[in-house]
């Protein structure tokens, strides 16, 4: 039983590249979140999908777009990436909410240089 | 919307001592606070939770207290040993019922806890 699989588990972009961010569940979790890890400022709500088919905005939106593809996977799309970009990336699942509790991937690190 | 302040951001004990770490929440409408420890390298792993109609709730080594009316809620753990070096999160939402928040959990900063041996 594989979890989240986050890929890639590293990345290094230049200011101004795209890229996406893949997260796969496979535990048949209804809601998916994207988070981002910064010292100091714990984790911060990117985007996130109640259910297969809808998205929200969380804390720290701007500069990411993401996709629902289907029920097991959430991408997030760096579409010019910017030096504040920098930092870990997690993906994680739930049940129906936070409250079911998550279940998170390992995380990719990014850096744009 | 919430915020979660987190404290100390670190913390230094001996193995056997026992560590405590305190968050403070905004929303008096939340009512469900889990905490999270992360291991170097790794994702977040729930280790405990506590809902506002719970005053405590104990799991081995690990306890967590909650105060709804001070709007706080602390992490004890007990007897602790090197494998419990990590970065310990604190966070809260709303439940269902939630409106606008549904669906968000705010993290604190995280406090990293290093056991001596």
């Known amino acids: 039983n594989a979890g989240v699989t986050q890929t890639p588990k590293f990345q290094v972009l230049k200011t101004g590249q795209s890229m996406t961010l893949q997260c796969a569940q496979d535990?048949?979790?209804?809601?998916m979140y994207w988070y981002r890890q910064d010292p100091g400022m714990g984790l911060r709500l990117i985007y996130y999908?109640?259910?297969?088919?809808?998205?929200d905005k969380g804390e720290v939106p701007n500069g990411y777009n993401v996709s629902r593809l289907n029920k097991r996977e959430f991408s997030l799309r760096l579409e010019s990436a910017a030096p504040s970009q920098t930092s870990v990336y997690f993906c994680?699942?739930?049940?129906?909410?936070?409250?079911?509790?998550?279940?998170f991937g390992s995380g990719t690190r990014l850096t744009v240089v | 919307g919430e915020n979660v302040e987190q404290h100390p951001s670190t913390l230094s004990v001996q193995e056997g001592d026992s560590a405590v770490i305190k968050c403070t929440y905004s929303?008096?409408?939340?009512?469900?606070f889990p905490w999270y420890k992360q291991e170097l390298g790794k994702g977040p792993q729930l280790i405990i939770d506590?809902?506002?109609?719970?005053g405590e709730k104990k799991d081995q080594r690990i306890a967590v207290t909650l105060n709804k009316t001070a709007k706080h809620f602390s992490l004890h753990i007990t007897e602790t040993q090197p494998e419990d070096s990590a970065v310990y999160f604190c966070?809260?939402?709303?439940?269902?019922?939630?409106?606008?928040?549904?669906?968000?959990?705010?993290f604190g900063q995280g406090t990293i806890l290093t056991v001596h041996p």
């Open positions: 994680a699942s739930s049940v129906t909410g936070p409250w079911d509790g998550y279940t």
């Open positions: 929303d008096s409408a939340s009512n469900y």
């Open positions: 999908s109640a259910s297969e088919g809808t998205t």
């Open positions: 535990m048949n979790h209804n809601s």
């Open positions: 506590i809902r506002s109609n719970v």
């Open positions: 966070a809260a939402t709303r439940g269902r019922a939630g409106g606008t928040s549904y669906g968000k959990l705010t």
